[in-house]
């Protein structure tokens, strides 16, 4: 492949780049076709040529934003009665996190412009790592499998086991398998965890399971990202009581019951950057 280019590449190099570059005739981006040789390739190959030197403006619509609507499709498990949420994107992994809902007995129905309804009919107790706090906290107990391995690196669940236990609950690891319950037999209850560093799933599920705990839950070293402050928000729009998001300590009051909100979820920031 180098010895097709290298021609036009030579070429480039001795040429002043800024010759063309405020000609206001010459087109903004040209397509132009490489003769090659049928023995080197029987397809033509093409380049892109794109000559700066001008302005750049407009508006573009950023999706909604990946990291904050998982954490918050599996919050609809806090609320009782459906749940309308505005901007979610259409990924695979929304459709997976989707679908562990559907095998838990919620009603997805997905409607235009990234508009889903979410109707929380749970019975169930198992499904993905992810909606083991709000499960946790709203029925009293919990069997989820072990999350899956990650390309970026091991993610370990220490934090989260910690952080559940210091709500009152009893969690062990048996088979591949997280099992948690409520040690007084109804519901988790309010106390004090220190992460023993700002991770934000681990925020995201302690925040989740203390919003239905009963009393105060104070966490301190947290994660400050935008998702979570996302996640506070739409959790305080069903009824909860999360003050502090955004900072590095969360207060909860937790509260017997939350209900289905109206929340629309922010713009994908790597999206925006990108």
């Not at 023993?196 to 599920?205: L, Q």
């Amino acid at each position: 492949m180098a010895s097709i280019f290298q021609p036009w590449i030579n070429k480039s190099i001795h040429k002043k780049p800024t010759t063309n570059f405020l000609r206001k005739t010459h087109p903004v981006c040209q397509i132009s076709t490489l003769q090659t040789s049928p023995i080197e390739t029987p397809f033509p190959e093409q380049k892109l040529v794109i000559v700066g030197g001008t302005t750049q403006s407009g508006h573009v619509n950023i999706s909604g934003s990946k990291n904050s609507a998982l954490p918050i499709l599996a919050g609809t498990l806090c609320c009782s009665g459906p749940s309308k949420l505005h901007n979610i994107p259409n990924l695979s992994d929304i459709t997976t996190m989707m679908s562990v809902l559907r095998s838990l007995g919620v009603r997805i129905e997905v409607l235009s412009n990234g508009q889903v309804i979410v109707d929380n009919l749970v019975s169930k107790i198992r499904g993905g790592f992810f909606v083991l706090g709000p499960i946790l906290a709203r029925f009293g107990e919990a069997v989820v499998a072990l999350p899956g391995g990650c390309d970026i690196g091991a993610r370990p669940i220490d934090l989260y086991i910690q952080g559940l236990r210091s709500l009152g609950a009893v969690v062990e690891v048996k088979n591949g398998k997280v099992c948690a319950h409520a040690a007084n037999g109804r519901r988790l209850v309010g106390g004090n965890f220190l992460l023993g560093y700002p991770s934000v799933g681990a925020t995201e599920t302690l925040m989740m399971a203390a919003s239905l705990a009963d009393g105060k839950t104070v966490l301190s070293n947290v994660a400050k990202e935008p998702e979570v402050v996302d996640l506070a928000e739409f959790l305080n729009a069903s009824g909860a009581s999360v003050e502090g998001a955004g900072s590095s300590t969360l207060v909860i009051n937790g509260k017997k019951r939350l209900h289905g909100p109206e929340h629309t979820v922010i713009p994908d920031r790597i999206e925006a950057g990108t």
